[in-house]
C-alpha cells in the first residue's frame, strides 16, 4: 500500500488472550528477513494449507518489496522481540477491479491466541476504505480452525471446489469464500 495511504492507519497494540503484547503494523520492505522467519516456521504437514503460495524466502522478500505497491495491503503481527508471528494480506489487479484476494499465515505458537483474528480485525478496517469492495479466498475444508474464523470475521462460502495435487500433498476440496467490506 502505498506511503500516502499507509498515514491514515497508525500501527496497534494488541494483547493476546495469552497476554503477549504484539503490534499489528503493515509490512515494510525491509521486512524480508522476519517474513522469511516466519514462512520457515511453518511445518510441512501445514503446508498445504498454503498452497499454492510458496513459503521460501525468495517469496517473502518478494512480498516485502511489494508492501508499498498501490495494490497491495499486508499487515504483520510482530513480537516486541521483532520477530512476526502472523501475516495477513489482500491485494487486487487493476484500480477498478471488484474483488481482491486475501491470504493469512500464523506461527504455530501464535495460532489459537487471537493473532488471526487481530490481524484480520486490523485489515478489514483498512479495506473499508481501500481497495475494492469484496474480499475473496479459498480455504480447505479440512482447515476447521480457519474456515471457522474466518466465518466469525463474516465472510460466506459463495461455492467449492478442489484444490489440485502439489508436491506431496493430494488433491482436496475447498470453499470458496467472500467477505462485502463496504
Known sequence: MCEDARQ????????????RPIAIRFLAPGD???????YESIPREDYRFYRPHPLTRER????????AGPRFVALV??????GIGGYAWYRW????????????CIRR???GVGTGRALMSRLLEVARQVGPAVMTLTVQKANVRALALYRQMGFRIVGEQVQPAFEEFP???????????R
Open 32 to 38: 524480508a528477513g522476519a517474513l522469511g522467519d516466519l
Open 8 to 19: 491514515h492507519f497508525a500501527p496497534s497494540q494488541v494483547t493476546l488472550r495469552d497476554g
Open 60 to 67: 517473502a522478500a518478494e512480498k516485502a518489496a511489494a508492501a
Open 93 to 104: 489487479k487493476a484500480d477498478d477491479s471488484s474483488s481482491s484476494t486475501f491470504g493469512i
Open 109 to 111: 505458537d501464535y495460532q
Open 171 to 181: 488433491a482436496e476440496p475447498e470453499y470458496r469464500m467472500e467477505l462485502r467490506t
Open 77 to 82: 503481527a510482530e513480537s516486541p522481540g521483532g
